[in-house]
Every structure is written in C-alpha cells, then in structure tokens.
C-alpha cells in the first residue's frame, strides 16, 4: 500500500510540473510573439533613419507590420492633427517614434502592426483546464483502485498461502465490492471443499490403517504355521514319507493364503489412487488442443522450449475432456522432466477411423529394459535418477484411456521418445 501512495505522490508531482512547464512554454511564447513586431518596427525604422523614405519601404517584406503613417513637424503644430495621429497609440496596434533626417526632427512615424487574435491567455487557461481534468480523472481512478481493489486485495491477498499450508479452519469474510464479493464466495468454497476433501482423506488413510493391520494380523496366523511346519521338517520329528508329504502341503497351502494377503495389501493400497472416473461424452478436437496451447504455449517459452504444434481437423471424439486432459498433462510433463529441453511436437493424424495424437520431446534414448516397463506402475526407469515422480503417470494415462474405450502407446526413437494416445 505504501508503494501504491508513492505512485499517487509522483502522479500528482508529475501533473504539477507538467502544469508548471506548460505555463512557462506558453508565458515565453507570449513574449516572442509581443518581440516580433517590436523587431520588425526597429528594422524599418533604421531603415528610414539611414536615409529611405517612409513611402518607399517595402512593407511586404514584413508580417506584422502593414502600414507607416507620418506627421510632419510643422503639421504637428496643430493640436488637432496631433491629437488625431498620436491618439491612435492609446488604442493600440500602432506604436509612434520621432522621424529624423539629416539630424534633425522632420516629424513622427507612425507603424501599425497587425496582431493574432489567439490569446495565448485564454490557450493557457485551457491547456491547464486540461491537464488539471486528466489528473483529476486519473487521480479518481487511482483513488478508486486503492479502495475498491488494492485494499481488499490486500485484505486476501494471506488466505491463498494459509490454504496452501493447510490451514482450512476459519470463516471467509465477505466483500461489499461485487467483483471480490463473487472471489471471495468462491474462494469459500473451495476452502470448504479442500476441507471436505482433507477430512476424506483422513478418514480413508486411518481405513487403509485398519485394512493393513487387520490383513497383517490375519497374516500372522498362516506365517506361523509355515515356520512351525518348517522347523518340524528341519528337525526330522515326521518319521513318515506321508507325513512329510502333508506338513510340505500345508506350507503351500498357507503360502498361497499369505499371497491372497498380499494381493490384497497391494488392490488396497492402489485402489484410492487410481479409483478413475470417467464422465463419457463427445468433444471436439479443438477444445482439447486449445486448452493444451492455452497451458503449454508460454509453459515451453518460459523454459525456452521449442513447441511445435501439428496441424489437425477438427472432428469429434468420444470421451471426457478434462479426463483427455489429464492425459496430456501428464504426457507434457514426462516430456518436460525426462527430455533434453530442446523441442516437444504435438502431432495429429487418423488411423483406422481413430485419432491419433502423438507428443514427442527430443533427449536420449531410453533403454530397452526401461521401454518394456513404462506403462507399469511405480516404475522409474533408469533416467528418473534425480528427477521427483512416483512411476504413476503413464499407468494412470493408460488406465484412464482404456476406460475412454482408447489406448495408449510408446514409440522409441533414436533422438527421443514418442507417447501417442488413441481415441475413438
């Protein structure tokens, strides 16, 4: 806020030295049009002191100047005359001086003068007029961004780091202001739905909690019973080939029982992750890359990578667009961690009545062992060394097209790696 002040100062600094300036320009514009024709009159009036009549200078050499009148002396005995010639002086547009010849006084000169009709008074008045209606204009819009924007701003400007931290208890005060009323509401409910979401979250962690100790207890009672049977065998207590034949039996069988836990450990641990949703529908082509330019475009400028995007029809696809999406999002942002930065081609073609949407990034090639395992879950091949990831998202692309009825697929290639995504 105090930033925002300092900007208010400077403005109003700004206006009064561009007032200040203005009324300068203006004053000494004044006074070179009010020299103009004092310089023409003492240029013809050297003229006819060196010796030139007053009836024989050219006075269309001249702007201002347009007439010389004379008063010979012994003309100007007359009161009358002189009355008549020297009173115009007191009107104006006409200034009088002495007419010399051979040093001595042969009578008066009379110059008129033509004169603008701006005045620059009435112009300065306007100019300042002016200046003063934009600064109090841009004064009024300042003042009310400060209040109707900058302030409440300023009053919210915490709860995103306070939401981002977690701390989701609390009321959100509401705005008079009709724009931050509108965020504010929605900012409430999504601090209500962020806490709804957390409180699931817990109660299905502290769920899952429950499932692996009640499936590790229940584990306890087949492992002991292996060890049991494993030590009698070491320990040769069964002194018939049929008793050992049933205690080896029986260690298969609590094996088995043990890998049904197991399995089940492991369905329960996946199931919150990848419990997909998929709205089915149709879209178009051109929402789904528009939405994609609209994320990546600066994206890939900002980290100055090249982006090359395919030209394409646009037609209709069958699926869920924010689910379609998620796939590329995901498909981006492998390019981003695992390519070498230097270009990403998002490229469109059809094949079979499908279409076909192929995002390549340029980098080193990845093993084959690595290529035969991408689409596992929780692998990371042997480029994912430094990089934050948790080997879920090209099994959650490929879960989520296959329940889109469309596929997903790798291509290797010497200078890179192609993901290509199916839709039908």
Not at 225 to 240: P, S, V, W
Not at 401 to 407: N, S
Request: proline share 1%; with cysteine; glycine share 8%.
């Amino acid at each position: 806020m105090r930033k925002y002040n300092r900007i208010l100062a400077v403005f109003v600094c700004l206006y009064l030295f561009l007032a200040l300036g203005t009324g300068m320009v203006l004053y000494r514009m004044q006074g070179e049009k009010d020299r103009a024709f004092r310089v023409e009159i003492n240029r013809i009036y050297q003229e006819i002191l060196g010796g030139t009549h007053p009836d024989k200078v050219d006075l269309s050499r001249f702007r201002d100047v347009y007439r010389i009148d004379t008063l010979p002396l012994e003309e100007a005995e007359s009161r009358e005359k002189a009355d008549v010639f020297f009173g115009d002086e007191n009107e104006g547009h006409v200034v009088v001086k002495p007419w010399f010849a051979d040093s001595s006084l042969k009578g008066y000169l009379r110059f008129s003068y033509r004169e603008e009709n701006i005045s620059l008074g009435g112009v300065m008045v306007t100019v300042q007029a002016a200046l003063a209606f934009m600064a109090m204009t841009v004064i009024g819009i300042l003042i009310y961004l400060k209040y109707w924007v900058i302030k409440p701003f300023n009053r919210v400007r915490e709860l995103p780091y306070e939401l981002a931290k977690g701390h989701l208890k609390g009321e959100v005060k509401q705005e008079k202001n009709r724009y931050f009323g509108d965020f504010l509401w929605g900012i409430g409910q999504l601090k209500d739905t962020l806490e709804v979401t957390k409180k699931r979250g817990l109660e299905l962690e502290r769920e899952k909690k429950k499932m692996l100790l009640s499936l590790s207890h229940d584990m306890k009672t087949p492992l002991g019973t292996i060890k049991l049977y494993g030590k009698a065998l070491e320990q040769g207590i069964y002194d018939t080939e049929e008793k050992k034949r049933h205690a080896a039996h029986q260690i298969g069988v609590k094996a088995e029982e043990i890998e049904g836990y197991v399995a089940e450990i492991v369905r329960n641990s996946k199931e919150d992750i990848l419990d997909i949703r998929v709205k089915m529908g149709e879209f178009y082509l051109e929402e789904l890359v528009k939405r994609v330019a609209d994320t990546y475009v600066e994206k890939c400028a900002v980290r100055m990578v090249e982006l090359v995007m395919g030209k394409y029809e646009n037609r209709i696809l069958r699926g869920d667009l924010d689910r379609a999406l998620e796939v590329v999002d995901n498909v981006m942002e492998n390019a981003f961690k695992y390519g070498d930065g230097r270009r990403i081609e998002i490229s469109f073609f059809e094949e079979d009545y499908c279409q076909l949407i192929r995002v390549f990034n340029t980098g080193e090639a990845v093993s084959e062992n690595d290529f035969n395992h991408i689409f596992e879950s929780f692998f990371r091949g042997t480029n994912s060394i430094g990089q934050q990831g948790s080997g879920l998202g090209l099994y959650i692309c490929r879960e989520i097209m296959r329940k889109m009825d469309g596929e997903v697929f790798a291509e290797r290639e010497v200078d890179g790696m192609g993901i290509v995504m199916v839709f039908r």
